[in-house]
């Protein structure tokens, strides 16, 4: 496909990566800044314009007549829009925008069928929401729902008096009498898709699959809490912690905000009067334990800063054994950063980037089950994909033992008629079902890509 992305910031940097390098797309990028550009030229080749991408005469110099869809995340959310409604008239491709302002949230919807556009994409929303999911299961490092909630990958650790210690993966159905599917397991850097005689260890890093109610089910048989955390304290007072906070405040969540910008806190004082907003410092040791931090359950670092907020998570955990988020932007050290003891590290620019990959293969798409949903996992070296199958394809109605399916391929669960299947070998695939499929191969947009070619 031909991709327009306008702004070259991080989000925009992270989607040439990802849409040119690791999808194959041909892509454009529009930015106003010469020095962005040519980093990004030079680092991805593609084809890069200096200039605005509100500019009619630059984005038809771009390619936009041609174009299957352009992209809108530069640093305001004005020109998004205005690009994408240039766009629209200008070449009728398909159009995604990023909006970040609290004030445009209850308007999303308005916004987007009134401008004709395939998607509207807030990163601090989607970050807050994906922190919400994982303080509703404290003990989970990473929550991700597939459909519509009713199946969750949990990722957690294996601590070393628990009983999966030693246990092979194909024992936990027999011995625990458990409906869920070990999916993922990462273990001193390498990441599998485990088969049934795979041993689990003490430390392993396992991603199990399951309907909400059996994954629940299963933690307390191992002993894992389940107890939503009750009180939160939140270091910055960002898009992220408005959001997390009325997220997490209408669920009867005690919510403590620290800012140190005077402006900021009469703002969230006015729009959360619910939250206990504190005037101070959150890297000043004595404000967060004034302010309670040895009393809470669960801390989140927000500020802007990402070695602020790995500092501020690992002193929370040495003051209590509380739940930590840590947000990260910038860094790229993935794997030292993955090493810290810290709980779940969020990063907005790749939960947007998923989003807007998801929707970009689904357009691509053309053989009959669209990619519903994708979550990448174990440092983006794994995706789930969810696929609703929508005619008979390749892989309908032959048990799974008997499809040739590549290597790294697991058919981990399959939804029909409101009913969740953990498939064995004699479960197959119908029309209508949604199926949830773990790789280690990236790029897959159609569920026949899972087989081998003959």
């Known amino acids: 496909m031909q991709i327009i992305i306008v702004g070259c910031g991080k989000v925009g940097t992270t989607l ?12 454009t990028v529009i930015d106003t800044n010469p020095d962005r550009v040519r980093q990004v030229v030079d680092d991805y080749d593609v084809m890069g314009y200096i200039g605005s991408g509100v500019s009619y005469e630059l984005l038809v110099e771009a390619g936009v007549e041609q174009a299957d869809l352009l992209i809108a995340v530069t640093g305001s959310d004005e020109q998004n829009l205005l690009s994408c409604l240039f766009a629209r008239k200008a070449g009728n491709c398909q159009t995604i925008a990023r909006i970040r302002k609290p004030e445009y949230n209850d308007e999303v919807h308005y916004i987007k069928e009134e401008l004709g556009m395939a998607m509207i994409i807030n990163p601090e929303l989607a970050a807050a929401m994906e922190i919400a999911r994982v303080l509703r299961l404290p003990s989970a490092i990473r929550v991700e729902s597939f459909a519509k909630g009713r199946v969750e990958i949990l990722k957690f650790k294996v601590k070393p008096d628990s009983v999966l210690c030693n246990m092979a993966v194909s024992d936990i159905h027999t011995q625990l009498g458990s409906n869920i599917l070990v999916c993922v397991v990462e273990r001193d850097g390498a ?45 910055g007072g960002g898009r992220i912690s408005y959001y997390l906070a009325k997220i997490l405040i209408s669920t009867g969540v005690n919510v403590v905000i620290v800012e140190k910008d005077a402006a900021s806190c009469e703002l969230l004082t006015e729009k959360i009067p619910e939250a206990t907003i504190v005037h101070g410092d959150g890297s000043d040791e004595g404000t967060l334990l004034e302010e309670g931090l040895e009393r809470m359950d669960s801390f989140a670092a927000l500020t802007g800063i990402d070695e602020e907020n790995i500092l501020l998570s690992l002193y929370a955990k040495s003051k209590s054994d509380l739940k930590t988020i840590t947000k990260i932007n910038r860094i790229s050290f993935d794997d030292v950063v993955e090493r810290l003891d810290l709980d779940t590290i969020v990063y907005p620019k790749k939960i947007t980037a998923e989003h807007i990959i998801r929707y970009a293969r689904a357009m691509a798409n053309s053989l009959g089950s669209n990619v519903e949903t994708m979550h990448r996992i174990a440092g983006d070296k794994v995706e789930a994909l969810e696929f609703i199958i929508q005619k008979k394809c390749a892989v309908t109605d032959t048990p799974l033992a008997k499809l040739n399916l590549k290597d790294g391929i697991l058919v981990a669960s399959i939804q029909r008629n409101g009913r969740i299947i953990i498939p064995r070998g004699d479960d197959y695939i119908r029309v209508g079902d949604s199926v949830v499929i773990v790789t280690t191969r990236a790029g897959l947009t159609d569920l026949d890509d899972i087989l081998r070619k003959k």
Do not use: Y
Request: charged share 25%.
């Open 191 to 235: 990441t599998v898709i485990p088969g049934g005689d795979f041993v689990l260890q003490e430390k392993d890093t396992v991603s199990i699959i399951g309907a909400s109610k059996e994954t629940l089910r299963f933690f307390d048989k191992v002993k894992i809490a389940t107890n939503p955390v009750k009180n939160i304290m939140i270091v």
């Open 16 to 27: 040439v990566q990802q849409l040119s390098m690791e999808e194959g797309n041909d892509v």
